[in-house]
């Protein structure tokens, strides 16, 4: 037996406290077309968790602290499905035994004769975002008959090297904490907070395509028109909960629980990329204390699923393993159908664009309250030079009309003069238009200009004689 990380411990409160719903539950779904040979497929899973023994503890009590003990093996299931989403939602709704395991279980289904889906579930106490890219690059390896390099360490032991660098840095981080107190939280537009326990969730998605900032990273930048839109909300000093890594180089293939959440606090003053600069400064100083939990260096820390009411996690997606003879598609955001904070922000990075799902629970407001912070949000990050109480600078605005005209055409390049009805667009396309330039842009075309000169250049030009300031 060993003692459970700080991560665990804190999960396993939150469990037995009855307040994690199934916001602990991570779900991983990868599709199979063509001949999938289920024999290896089944002893690349029977691989992983021998290769992972994490997946095989479970998390119980002993002598009044949680502990990491040995828990049932996690099951393989072979089944035949017609509603691959019902299964999904099954699968991962179904409850964990957090004290005697298992805390994953694969289940491999049949859904004709040349397509196969497995869907993987693990509880987070075991399990996190970057275990996702781990598990299926190791169950590829497997299938595909490529053996892996021996584990540098097991999750047991790294939980007991952890425990020794948070006794070192304690002291230093408390003091750090001191001086950074968050302040109230302003309700966001449209939602009610609930309890302190997780809630159903829903979900609101859209997509991104930020500009480069010179000397911030696109998780900074992320990050700034968060705090920014939480100003400009009327929070002078927002607060959002970030989940941060704690890995070490001993554990960078390992599957585990190796996050923790911390509470990122900015004034936002200047541009939104001003912020990001901010950010870029405030955050290295904190990882110095990234393996401290916040609820051990600052005292009357209640326990609670999300330490603010807004809440980030950002992962860099990495292209699809592949698994010999089969097309492969893996779905690694899927929800699990509880949300931890008022709104939750999950960020996936992908080579064509940043996809934001929003997380918010489903009695606390509506798609339509939370589809127009998305839009707001969606404003912010598109024009990163625009000051931090006010609107798109006329510098981006070729781009910024450029920007919403392939949201609404689906079309991923549009060049300056191109036709908006060649294009494939129509009147309703135009009001669509029109109702983003508004909302995002502050400005107001009339239907007539994109008839009469139905190009970005055309539109453009009309604003800027309309709005001689724009220039």
Known sequence: MTEASFAQTGMWITERMGRARTAYHMPLVVDFEGGLDVCALHAACEAVVRRHAVLSSAVAEVDGLPVMVPGRRPPIRLTTARDPAELVREETLRPFDVENGPLARFTLAKLGPDRHVLVFVAHHLVFDGESKDILVRDLADFYNGVSRPRLVTSYASFADGE????????GEARAYWSARVP??????PGLTPAGRGAAEGAVHTFRARMPDVPGVSRFELFLASVHTLLHRYGDPAPTVAVDLSTRVPDVRDNVGLFVNELPV???PEGTVADVARTL?????EMYRFRHVPYARAVRGVRPRTALAQVSVSYRKRRPDPVFTGVKTTVDWAVFNHSVRSLLHLQAVDHPDGLYVIMQYGAASGTESDVARIAEDLLTIMNTPESPVDGAAPAAGLDDAVREIWQEVLGIDEIGDDEDLFDLGGHSLTITQIIARMRKRLGVEVPLDVFFDTPTIAGVVQAIREAEPAVR
Request: without cysteine.
């Open 163 to 170: 425990r020794e660098r948070v006794r070192d840095d304690l």
């Open 183 to 188: 302040g109230e939280a302003t309700p966001l």
């Open 265 to 267: 606090t900015v004034t």
């Open 280 to 284: 870029h400064h405030d955050l290295r």
